[in-house]
């Protein structure tokens, strides 16, 4: 079984979303079962088929998040030492040559992504462009646009 990168942050919000479920989401199915069950005939019983549905839904996510967190290799990027270059866990500044635009984003595991807070995949075009450079670097990124060209104004591990 391969190792799946995850940040500190990242590995937390699984273990809360594990326990909802576990604890609340798992609790709360059990009991519109039962009340579903006490309606009597199951057979015609859509509240009973929505909540038999919502408890597999459950239990695969369940089953899903801890072969995540078992398969995980934690990262915590305060604790990195890249010597400047851009890693996993990286926070970077950028500037688009051709806009002069800024962005910052924070390089995460896949099940962390989020754009809009500025947190991309380590799998994503822009990410793999900018695995190993440094201030100063420029990287070209495929874009389905055409190519992108970004100059790396910062790096942090934070």
Request: no cysteine.
């Amino acid at each position: 079984m391969s190792t799946i990168p995850i940040t500190k942050r990242g590995a937390e919000k699984l273990k809360e979303e594990l326990h909802r479920l576990k604890t609340v989401e798992r609790h709360a199915v059990i009991n519109a079962i039962a009340e579903a069950r006490a309606q009597g005939d199951l057979s015609e019983n859509a509240e009973y088929d929505a909540a038999k549905d919502k408890q597999g839904f459950i239990e695969g996510r369940i089953l899903e998040i801890e072969g995540k967190l078992a398969a995980a290799q934690i990262i915590d990027p305060s604790q990195l030492d890249a010597g400047g270059r851009i890693v996993f866990g990286s926070t970077v500044d950028l500037e688009d040559e051709d806009s002069g635009n800024e962005v910052t984003y924070q390089i995460v595991g896949e099940d962390e992504a989020d754009i809009k807070e500025g947190r991309i995949s380590i799998g994503s075009p822009i990410a793999r462009a900018l695995i190993g450079k440094s201030v100063g670097d420029a990287a070209e990124v495929q874009a389905p646009g055409g190519v992108r060209r970004y100059e790396v104004m910062g790096v942090r591990y934070e």
